[in-house]
């Protein structure tokens, strides 16, 4: 019953799109198992870009199940337009879709509050993505959401929706002072979408228990990173929902025991998009070059990333809340140009010496990171497949990272297409060695 679980170990955008999609070669079933549309999973098949939003990066491969789970949230306009793009580009999604009825839709009122919550924030906002991802999940968790299930029955779906969007438009009205939203546009809106995702709507929790019981391979996708898990992130700076490994539990219905390995994908530096603490955050040439070598603008929003240098701390806690069972490290190859890289190994906050994750957002703020500095290898990386390959500088670089971090290497990413890639260990012991 091996269900590998694949989870960002620092603010998202680590290249898990690249890695998913490597290993699904291997897996029978690919799941989300949260987040919904605020993601963005950017996949390179020969000469063609994927960026997918909801729809499970497996889905590029033929004859693979893709589940979108209970966990995650879905915008039904949002997963059409992305299932028609695809579907145009020769995708096929018949048989090979499930949505679970238990999934949470996402409503217009959700992004009217979620964009009306932002701006009134001024510059004390978290910096969405506008998606209305937070207004969604508060709802579930205010046992008022509407899900999948209800979409499909119309007049559970009438009802829900009259109390809810009589409740959103109170706010945006007097709160807010926001435009309104127009209940009966709504429905007719959804009553459309459901006619369209009707036959992909299952009990997924079923299908994944019996898929798992025939010992089929699940691949357990999760969406952004552990710094912005709701639990374990820098909080209030995170998403709503809850992308560790425990998330794959509670957000496909599948018991802890069934969970095998769990891959964290680190990003060789790091990077950040929205608001939020950052301690080894680079304004600077450098910070610059990482942002144009490693493409860092957003999937989803065209946002410029913040960037800045690889930090231990942030990944040892990836490592300790996610039960990390190795790492695949990503991106190595936009770190050839430089003279040197720096990994922080502690902050320094009033005198004191933080060498683990602090949850306090002033030490994270206003700490000072301290360093290890290390030669950069300054020949290119790019595409290389044996680990042997790789510049000694560039293994080192790899080997004191994982070392003080904790965790093994599994997997070095050298560049985004899916032959660019070294594979040390056989995560979901199918991967074949290259
Ligand atoms: P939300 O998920 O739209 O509510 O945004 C909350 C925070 O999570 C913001 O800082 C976003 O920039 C960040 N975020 C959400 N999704 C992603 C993602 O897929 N990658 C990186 N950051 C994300």
């Known amino acids: 019953m091996p269900v590998l679980v694949v989870v960002g170990a620092q603010w998202g955008d680590e290249g898990k799109g690249k890695i998913i999609d490597l290993l699904t070669e291997r897996a029978d079933v690919v799941a989300r198992y949260q987040g919904g549309h605020n993601a963005g999973h950017t996949v390179v098949v020969g000469m063609n870009e994927f960026i997918l939003h909801l729809v499970p990066s497996g889905i590029l491969h033929k004859g693979k199940k893709c589940i979108i789970g209970n966990g995650v949230v879905v915008d039904p306009a949002a997963l059409l337009e992305e299932m028609d793009a695809m579907t145009k580009r020769g995708i096929k999604f018949d048989k090979n879709l499930l949505i679970s009825k238990n999934a949470h839709l996402i409503m217009p009122y959700h992004k009217a509050l979620d964009v009306a919550s932002e701006k009134l924030k001024g510059n004390k906002k978290i910096g969405t993505t506008g998606r209305g991802i937070g207004p969604a999940y508060a709802d579930k968790i205010n046992r008022k959401g509407i899900r999948m299930a209800d979409l499909l029955d119309e007049k559970t779906f009438r009802e829900k929706l009259s109390c809810n969007t009589g409740e959103a438009n109170f706010m945006l009205e007097r709160f807010y002072n926001a ?28 299908y994944l228990s019996e898929a798992i019981a025939g010992k089929k391979k699940v691949l357990a996708e999760g969406a952004q990173g552990t710094h912005l898990d709701v639990d374990h992130g820098t909080y209030p700076f995170v998403t709503s929902s809850s992308p560790t490994a425990g998330g794959a539990c509670t957000g496909l219905g599948i018991g802890p025991n069934t969970i095998t ?78 003279e040197e890289l720096k990994i922080c190994v502690g902050y320094k906050y009033k005198g004191k010496l933080y060498e683990e994750m602090p949850s306090e957002l002033a030490v994270l703020e206003q700490g000072v990171p301290q360093y290890i500095t290390m030669p950069g290898w300054k020949q290119t990386t790019i595409g290389i497949k044996k680990y042997e390959d790789l510049p000694k500088k560039a293994r080192t670089y790899v080997e004191k990272l994982c070392k003080l971090s904790g965790v093994k290497p599994s997997i070095v990413s050298t560049g985004p297409r899916r032959d660019e890639t070294i594979i040390l260990e056989r995560p979901f012991q199918t991967v074949k060695k290259r």
């Open 179 to 206: 435009p309104l939203v127009n209940q009966d546009q709504v429905y007719d809106e959804y009553q459309g979408y459901a006619r369209r995702l009707k036959k992909y709507i299952a009990d997924t929790t079923l």
């Open 261 to 338: 390995e769990v891959l964290g994908i680190v990003k060789a530096y790091t990077t950040r998009v929205g608001s939020g603490p950052f301690p080894t955050e680079l304004n600077d040439k450098t910070g610059e070059l990482l942002r144009e070598r490693g493409k860092e603008y957003g999937a989803t929003t065209g946002r410029a990333r913040r960037c800045g240098w690889a930090d231990t701390l942030i990944i040892r806690h990836a490592v300790r809340v996610n039960g990390m069972t190795s790492a695949a490290i990503t991106k190595l190859d936009v770190l050839d140009t430089l």
